[in-house]
Nanobody
Framework: VQLQASGGGLVQSGGSLRLSCTAS????????MGWYRQAPGKQRELVAR???????AYIDSVKGRFTISRDNAKNTVYLQMNSLKPEDTAVYYC??????????????WGQGTQVTVSS
């Protein structure tokens, strides 16, 4: 299974970006999908998560600004980021929980995409 993330870049404070992450390979079912981020010198943190049923959760610092969504037909998760702040600058990683055809739960990480917000 491979995860391909895209959509990062450089944006001014107050701007928007949309991240995408597509899973490919031998997949029976994708359960939860999420986005994490890691800023320099800091631990990786969960930003947003969405279950297979569409329930979502966010860290407090992005509530009202970020929206996570998924397209199950495309095995893709999105993160719409609005009203970006310099403190949102980080490498963003997608993460998915997958069941393979043997019903074994597996977890995968994407390669990371850089988001830089200038003040």
């Amino acid at each position: 299974v491979q995860l391909q993330a895209s959509g990062g870049g450089l944006v001014q404070s107050g701007g928007s970006l949309r991240l995408s992450c597509t899973a490919s390979g031998t997949i029976f079912k994708i359960n939860a999908m999420g986005w994490y981020r890691q800023a320099p010198g800091k631990q990786r943190e969960l930003v947003a998560r969405i279950t297979s049923g569409g329930s979502t959760a966010y860290i407090d610092s992005v509530k009202g600004r970020f929206t996570i969504s998924r397209d199950n037909a495309k095995n893709t998760v999105y993160l719409q980021m609005n009203s970006l702040k310099p403190e949102d600058t980080a490498v963003y990683y997608c993460n998915v929980d997958i069941l393979d055809w043997g019903n074994i739960p597996l977890n995968y990480w994407g390669q990371g995409t850089q988001v830089t917000v200038s003040s």
